[in-house]
């Protein structure tokens, strides 16, 4: 009787760490899968975050480039305050009141003209200065004055811009319509708008 206790306690010895190996393995092999499955959720999720925001930004590209290029979206206008400068004219004493509002494609360019201002009011005074009544007179006069003020107000802003002689707005008016609009857009005025002008 004695020996058969000694050999069952000696068995359930052997049994324990057998079952205590088992638990270990056990909790090492759940750990392991947990960790497993958490790391293949988290590359699942960064996959798929990255996948939205190139598709977010694919998508983004074009709708920037339309609108930049869309005619119906709407201009940024900077008007300026008035001008009244004394006219050219040498026989009597004229001048002229101007009301300009310069047209750019957007509102950053409006703040970037806003930083020039003194600049820009400069050289269109003194465009304007150099001016006769006759010269602004008419139509035709107006619209090279409206280009004058858009070089002018380039030239402010620190671009590179040609005074044309003569000879080369006769070649452009030769020229193709193409040419002559990627010319402005090298500009950052589209155009210049008269909100009044009056010569007396």
């Known amino acids: 009787m004695a020996t058969a206790a000694p050999a069952a306690a000696a068995a359930t010895d052997a049994v324990a760490p057998k079952k205590g190996k088992k638990k270990l393995l056990i909790i090492v ?57 004394n006219l050219a004219d040498r026989d009597a004493e004229r001048y002229a009141q101007v009301g300009i509002t310069l047209e750019v494609a957007d509102a950053h360019m409006g703040d970037t003209i806003k930083a020039y201002m003194p600049a820009i009011r400069n050289n269109i005074l003194m465009a304007l200065a150099d001016k006769t009544a006759a010269q602004l007179s008419d139509r035709e006069g107006k619209a090279k004055f409206a280009e004058q003020v858009r070089r002018e107000t380039s030239r402010a802003m620190g671009y590179e811009v040609e005074e044309p002689s003569e000879e080369a707005a006769a070649a452009d008016e030769d020229k193709p319509k193409k040419k002559k609009k990627k010319k402005e857009e090298e500009m950052p005025i589209s155009a210049v708008h008269f909100s009044n002008f009056i010569i007396q």
């Not at 990255?50 to 694919?58: H, N, V």
Request: hydrophobic content about 55%; cysteine-free.
């Open 29 to 85: 092999g759940a750990l392991v899968a947990v960790l497993a499955i958490g790391g293949g959720a988290a590359v699942f999720m960064m996959k798929k975050k990255a996948a939205d925001t190139e598709e977010t930004a694919d998508e983004a590209a074009p709708a920037k480039a339309a609108a930049k290029h869309d005619p119906k979206a709407a201009p940024t206008f900077v008007p300026l305050d008035p001008f009244t400068v």
